[in-house]
Nanobody
Framework: QVHLVESGGGLVQAGDSLRLSCVAS????????MGWFRQAPGKEREFVAT????????YYADSVKGRFTISRDNAKNTVYLQMNSLKPEDTAVYYC?????????????????WGQGTQVTVSS
């Protein structure tokens, strides 16, 4: 079992930056592929970014590529999402997720554990 807790959300203006953190419980964090997803009001949860167990491979949604960076520190059981040049359309609840299997995955069904989410609001 992996318990995930996100933090770092908030209210910012367009063009600002935020860094989200997700701390995982347990001793198996380094065995899990990690991902970030987001869900805006009235919309389905969508993929944002994912990172391999070692951190050597990453993959991003086209909408955030070049602006967001996912990283992880396995010694701290933490995955990060650095968000730069934020836009109003980035407003959503951001969720951290962990995947037991190998391989990067962009679908919600590929992840076994989810955090409670952290709100990011970007004003224009």
């Amino acid at each position: 079992q992996v318990h995930l807790v996100e933090s770092g959300g908030g209210l910012v203006q367009a063009g600002d930056s935020l860094r989200l953190s997700c701390v995982a419980s347990g001793r198996t964090f380094s065995n899990h592929v990690m991902g970030w997803f987001r869900q805006a009001p009235g919309k389905e949860r969508e993929f944002v970014a994912t990172i391999s167990q070692s951190g050597g491979s990453t993959y991003y949604a086209d909408s955030v590529k070049g602006r967001f960076t996912i990283s992880r520190d396995n010694a701290k059981n933490t995955v990060y999402l650095q968000m730069n040049s934020l836009k109003p359309e980035d407003t959503a609840v951001y969720y951290c997720a962990a995947r037991r299997g190998a391989g990067l995955w962009t679908g919600t069904g590929g992840y076994n554990y989810w955090g409670q989410g952290t709100q990011v609001t970007v004003s224009s």
